[in-house]
């Protein structure tokens, strides 16, 4: 079982930082890969970008180049560090983790609200 508690939301204006972590408690057999998604009103759920436990990333098409995902496997912490944000990355972006096994259940945050002011 995994509980995962996220922080660092907030409104900032376009072409500014904003810098999310999320804090996984409980087994770490359920965050082999740790990520964060996002929703903005009226759209699906996309990825953002997800890391595995050995380093390796993943990113969405939208946000290469300007967000960078890390992971601190000792504190079982995982952060966005999000750049040259734009209205468009307004949403609200969940954390996600898994084993990384079929037939593992997903975790996922309660997720936090990322507003960007043009």
């Known amino acids: 079982q995994v509980q995962l508690v996220e922080s660092g939301g907030g409104l900032v204006q376009a072409g500014g930082s904003l810098r999310l972590s999320c804090a996984a408690s409980?087994?770490?057999?359920?965050?082999?890969?740790m990520g964060w998604y996002r929703q903005a009103p009226g759209s699906q759920r996309e990825l953002v970008a997800t890391?595995?436990?050995?380093?390796?990333?993943n990113y969405g098409d939208s946000v290469k180049g300007r967000f960078t995902i890390s992971r601190d496997n000792a504190k079982n912490t995982v952060h966005l560090q999000m750049d040259s944000l734009k209205p468009e990355d307004t949403a609200v972006y969940y954390c996600?983790?898994?084993?990384?096994?079929?037939?593992?259940?997903?975790?996922w945050g309660q997720g936090t609200q990322v507003t960007v002011s043009s």
């Open positions: 890391i595995t436990r050995g380093g390796n990333t």
């Open positions: 409980g087994s770490s057999f359920g965050t082999n890969v």
């Open positions: 996600n983790a898994n084993a990384g096994i079929v037939r593992v259940p997903n975790y």
